[in-house]
């Protein structure tokens, strides 16, 4: 199994600044990529950044060129950088890992970081 535990939520301005950390433990040989979702009040959980085991990073199209997705391997964390922030990126951030060893698969998520941007 993983454990993953987020944190560097808060309250923040339009325009200002956070990072969120997800710091893995357990079998952390096992997590193929790493993704970082968001859930806003009445809405759809959805993909915000992915990152690959060979580090290759995604985005959707309403953060790219503002969000950067890094890992820091010696520290089993998976960052995410947010600039800009806007009041529409206010919502819960959960990290999320695919996770295989053989044959097995099976998905890890995290206990949920608040965002809220407003003024």
């Known amino acids: 199994q993983v454990q993953l535990v987020e944190s560097g939520g808060g309250l923040v301005q339009p325009g200002e600044s956070l990072t969120l950390s997800c710091a893995a433990s357990?079998?952390?040989?096992?997590?193929?990529?790493t993704d970082w979702y968001r859930q806003a009040p009445g809405s759809q959980r959805e993909l915000v950044a992915h990152?690959?085991?060979?580090?290759?990073?995604n985005y959707t199209d309403s953060v790219r060129g503002r969000f950067t997705i890094s890992r820091d391997n010696a520290k089993n964390t998976v960052y995410l950088q947010m600039n800009g922030l806007q009041p529409a990126d206010t919502a819960v951030y959960y990290c999320?890992?695919?996770?295989?060893?053989?044959?097995?698969?099976?998905?890890?998520w995290g206990q949920g970081t608040q965002v809220t941007v407003s003024s």
């Open positions: 999320h890992t695919s996770n295989m060893v053989g044959s097995w698969k099976w998905d890890e």
């Open positions: 990152i690959a085991r060979d580090g290759t990073a």
């Open positions: 357990g079998n952390i040989g096992s997590i193929r990529a």
